[in-house]
């Protein structure tokens, strides 16, 4: 391609977004219409029974560890809508939706808490699978999520061209399961499930309402004045939320930075240490690393290295990298491998099969 026809193409390019852009900026709603479509979506009369779905199907999801079953009911539930009337209402002081979406949402919760509750009761299910336990440890990671969800779900909602958006920002930002869970939590008597997962919503809640109010404010919707004290008043919510979720991101960084070490140095010794790693596990303590790692290995290699001097060097290594002191623990599994060769003469071959007689009349 010519620099003449990349430049054709570029401009052609710029020319289109720019008709693209003037046609999207007169699809705008404006303000008393979106309000009045804020209300009439929060008081809508299948809210609760959609919730009522949504919140049976994640807790069926979230049992029976089912990723896809769990997509599936962050597609129907409901609760992104009172949540975006909550921010709408923050900018524009409309009393009437921030009492009926408050109202709304405060039900919303003690709903999906109580039915996954009772579900988990009935069914009598106990053990936590990787789906509950993934929703049990919140970090940055979840409250960047979070912004990027408030941020297209507020664009949503004041842009008639890409509301198609919405059931794509619910799957993304997973209101309902950590509700889910912490019903599930109450059920089996696990509180610290139930600790997590809310910490994990209001992590969604508190970055969906604060980025959707500021995207409204961005749309020419209320004032930046008026609407000061309560962005401020979220930035504060939002601070005090940051402060366990950035332990929990920096313990989630230095344990996939010890599994990746561990993991490179075994590679290293493969030819003399006939071993598989299987769990690694990292607690942050006092200023120090603990790190639990479970190890198979074979007997034989197990006689023939030192394992104090292995670990030594392993420890001294971690310690190096990671900048801080880190106690080792291994725990070894020796293990026994049998080999059964095929013998070629017990095989029957295709061609000679032991077919049975028929004798002759």
């Given amino acids: 391609m010519s620099w003449f ?77 009172p949540i975006i009337g909550i921010a709408y209402a923050l900018v524009t002081f409309n009393t009437r939706l921030i009492n009926y979406s408050c109202i709304r949402l405060i039900f919303g919760i003690f709903l999906t808490v109580g039915i996954a509750f009772l579900t988990t009761e009935i069914i009598g299910y106990q053990l936590s699978g990787s789906e509950i336990l993934a929703r049990t440890k919140p970090t940055l990671l979840d409250l960047g999520v979070a912004i990027a969800a408030g941020t297209a779900g507020g664009f949503a909602k004041v842009r008639r061209s890409v509301s198609d958006a919405i059931p794509g920002v619910a799957i993304s930002v997973a209101l309902v399961p950590p509700l889910c869970v912490v019903g599930i939590g109450f059920a089996v008597h696990d509180f610290s499930l139930s600790t997590g997962s809310f910490v994990l919503f209001l992590t969604n809640l508190v970055g969906i309402i604060l980025t959707a109010a500021i995207v409204f404010l961005c749309e020419s919707y209320g004032s930046w004045k008026k609407a000061m004290a309560s962005l401020l008043g979220l930035i504060v919510s939002l601070i005090m939320i940051t402060l366990p979720l950035n332990f929990s991101f920096r313990e989630m960084i230095i344990e996939n930075q010890i599994r990746h070490q561990l993991a490179k140095r075994h590679r290293q010794h493969k030819d003399r240490e006939e071993s598989i790693i299987t769990k690694v596990d990292v607690q942050l303590q006092e200023g120090k690393i603990i790190v639990v790692a479970d190890v198979i290995i074979t007997p034989d290699r197990l006689d023939e290295i030192d394992p104090e001097e292995n670990l030594k060097l392993t420890q001294q290594t971690l310690s190096d990298i990671m900048g801080q002191p880190v106690e080792l623990r291994v725990r070894v599994f020796p293990i026994k491998i049998l080999n059964f060769e095929a013998d070629s003469s017990d095989i029957p071959s295709p061609h000679n099969k032991n077919i049975p007689k028929v004798p002759n009349d």
């Fill in 5 to 81: 026809n990349l430049r054709s193409f570029i401009q052609r390019e710029w020319t289109l977004f720019h008709q693209m852009r003037a046609e999207v900026e007169e699809e705008k709603i404006s303000e008393d219409k979106l309000s009045q479509i804020l209300i009439d979506q929060v008081l809508a009369r299948n809210f609760s029974i959609l919730l009522i779905l949504a919140t049976a199907i994640a807790t069926f999801g979230l049992i029976s560890n089912s990723a896809a079953t769990i997509i599936g009911a962050m597609i129907i539930a409901p609760l992104m809508i």
